[in-house]
C-alpha cells in the first residue's frame, strides 16, 4: 500500500520560501510512469494543481506558479519536496502530494494535506 506523507513548517512569514516535503513508502518514487505532484486547496477555494516530478526526475509547473515554485527529490529518501519563494498570503492553503499513474490520469494516492498559513 502506498502512502505519501507531507511535512513542513505550519507557519511562514510573507517574503520567505516555503518548503515542504512529501515522504513516500510503499513504493519508489523512481519506478514506473508515475507523476508525482503538489496541489493545494486556500480557503473557500477549489484545488489548485503546482506542479509535478515524474519518475525520471522532469519536472512540469503550473504557468501562474512557475516563476515561484521549484520541484526536487531526494532518491536516497524516497522523499520529494516543494519550495515555494516570495510567499504572500495568498499562498495560505492546504498543501497535498499526489501521485498519477500516468499524465492525464487521475490521482490514486493523497497524502492527508498540511496546512501552510503565510503571516507574519
Known amino acids: 500500500q502506498v502512502q505519501l506523507q507531507e511535512s513542513g513548517p505550519g507557519l511562514v512569514k510573507p517574503s520567505q520560501t516555503l518548503s515542504l516535503t512529501c515522504t513516500v513508502s510503499?513504493?519508489?518514487?523512481?519506478?514506473?510512469?508515475?507523476?508525482w505532484s503538489w496541489i493545494r486547496q486556500p480557503p473557500g477555494k477549489g484545488l489548485e494543481w503546482i506542479g509535478y516530478?515524474?519518475?525520471?526526475?522532469?519536472?512540469y509547473y503550473s504557468p501562474s506558479l512557475k516563476s515561484r515554485a521549484s520541484i526536487s527529490r531526494d532518491t536516497s529518501k524516497n522523499q520529494f519536496t516543494l519550495q515555494l519563494s516570495s510567499v504572500t498570503p495568498k499562498d495560505t492553503a492546504v498543501y497535498y502530494c499526489?501521485?498519477?499513474?500516468?499524465?492525464?490520469?487521475?490521482?490514486?494516492?493523497w497524502g492527508q494535506g498540511t496546512q501552510v498559513t503565510v503571516s507574519s
Open positions: 499526489t501521485r498519477a499513474p500516468g499524465w492525464g490520469y487521475e490521482y490514486d494516492y
Open positions: 516530478i515524474g519518475t525520471s526526475g522532469n519536472t
Open positions: 510503499g513504493g519508489s518514487i523512481t519506478t514506473n510512469n508515475y507523476y
